[in-house]
């Protein structure tokens, strides 16, 4: 059974920081990719950080603000995100899974997700 339980999320406002955590059991434990994504109302599902075999992926808008680690004896992720935005505002997945390095930003590439954590950041 592989369960991945996201929290973490909240209402901050502009220039705050958030980090949120997705706690890995079963089998997603073992999993060498783990990741984030987010998605907006009406939006696609959008990628936003992984980590995969000790490297870490970031999207290119996102950093320098967020980052991504892994801690393998908490089977834990880590989602630290600095000077949140508004447009930050979204439900936030935590994704466990096995893609190849070219499908790591593709969501269809992920078999195991969470429930979802909020985060709104007022302006």
């Known amino acids: 059974q592989v369960q991945l339980v996201e929290s973490g999320g909240g209402l901050v406002q502009a220039g705050d920081s958030l980090r949120l955590s997705c706690g890995a059991s079963g089998r997603a434990s073992r999993l060498p990719t783990m990741a984030w994504f987010r998605q907006a109302p009406g939006e696609d599902r959008q990628f936003v950080a992984a980590v995969r075999l000790g490297n870490t992926y970031l999207t290119d808008s996102m950093r320098g603000r967020f980052t991504i680690s892994r801690d393998n004896a908490k089977n834990t992720v880590y989602l630290q995100m600095n000077s949140l935005k508004p447009e930050d505002t979204a439900v936030y997945y935590c994704?466990?899974?096995?893609?190849?390095?070219?499908?790591?930003?593709?969501?269809?590439?992920?078999?195991?997700w969470g429930q979802g954590t909020q985060v709104t950041v007022s302006s």
């Open positions: 994704a466990a899974g096995t893609p190849i390095l070219s499908s790591l930003r593709h969501s269809s590439a992920y078999a195991n």
